[in-house]
């Protein structure tokens, strides 16, 4: 099981990330107030926070949102979980659309590192079923059974 360890949204493309502790999450749109919700298949981007720890152990200055990743989460690797995963967090249900990016020129953290782990880290979901996250809360993987998913 894994765990929510920041909430964040930007309300402008290009600008990074705050941490909002507690956000609503409406179907098929993504987070409320983020820039980045909207019908398409990234909603909702998710980064591990081990992956950042790693990253902030090699010198970087970085904050929550810093990668403009909007859900921190400890205990999985997330790069690892096939597209149409499927996380529940409460009464959220997100499902896996993508894993990885192209990392759009001028990234802030790479003119800095030399580097930036969203491109290879992130993931990108959809909010199948909305609800409210906030930090501290559980997350978890759902299994599929006969085609059908269990919590």
């Known amino acids: ?36 919700a909207g019908k398409w298949h990234r909603q909702v981007s998710l980064l591990s926070y081990e992956k950042i720890e790693e990253f902030k152990a090699k010198g970087a ?21 096939p597209v149409g995963t499927r996380f529940r967090c409460g009464e959220v249900l997100l499902e896996v659309t993508q894993i990885g990016k192209q990392c759009h020129s001028g990234c802030e953290i790479f003119k800095i590192m030399g580097d ?31 085609g059908e998913t269990e919590k």
């Open 1 to 36: 099981m894994g765990k929510i360890i920041a909430v964040n949204i930007s309300e402008k493309k290009g600008t990074q990330k705050k941490n909002v502790h507690r956000a609503k999450l409406i179907e098929e749109f993504g987070i409320e107030n983020d820039a980045h």
């Open 116 to 146: 930036c782990i969203m491109p290879r880290e992130g993931i990108f979901t959809r909010v199948l079923h909305g609800g409210i996250i906030e930090e501290g809360d559980e997350i978890h993987i759902e299994e599929e059974t006969d």
């Open 61 to 81: 200055p970085i904050d929550d949102g810093a990668f403009g990743e909007n859900l921190i989460v400890s205990g999985y690797d997330l790069k690892s979980l």
